[in-house]
């Protein structure tokens, strides 16, 4: 049984950080690519940051370079986002992928707000 399961979110005044786990388990981790995806109220879900399986390639929305960064554990098949700096626009639900030939899984996400 595929399962991804984040944690790591909360609470943090703007320019703070925050770590985000996601565990996978069910499959392959080091086979898949893996995606944080992000989803704030009355705004389309949007693709944050993304790393090759292996790790070798990673990728980032222009909001968010310099700021965070992904990585991935495939010893403990978990994939991070460290995200420094926070802006209360980073406020949102997100949520891990692991995708592989056009099959991603999805996880159930975990909630972040940036606010004074």
């Known amino acids: 049984q595929v399962q991804l399961v984040e944690s790591g979110g909360g609470l943090v005044q703007p320019g703070g950080s925050l770590r985000l786990s996601c565990a996978a388990s069910?499959?392959?981790?080091?086979?898949?690519?893996m995606r944080w995806y992000r989803q704030a109220p009355g705004k389309e879900r949007e693709l944050v940051a993304a790393i090759s399986s292996f790790g070798s390639i990673v990728n980032y929305v222009d909001s968010v370079k310099g700021r965070f960064t992904i990585s991935r554990d495939d010893a403990k098949s978990t994939v991070y986002l460290q995200m420094n700096s926070l802006k209360p626009e980073d406020t949102a639900v997100y949520l891990c992928?692991?995708?592989?030939?056009?099959?991603?899984?999805w996880g159930r996400g975990t909630q972040v707000t940036v606010s004074s």
């Open positions: 069910g499959f392959t981790f080091s086979d898949y690519a």
């Open positions: 992928t692991a995708i592989r030939n056009r099959l991603e899984y």
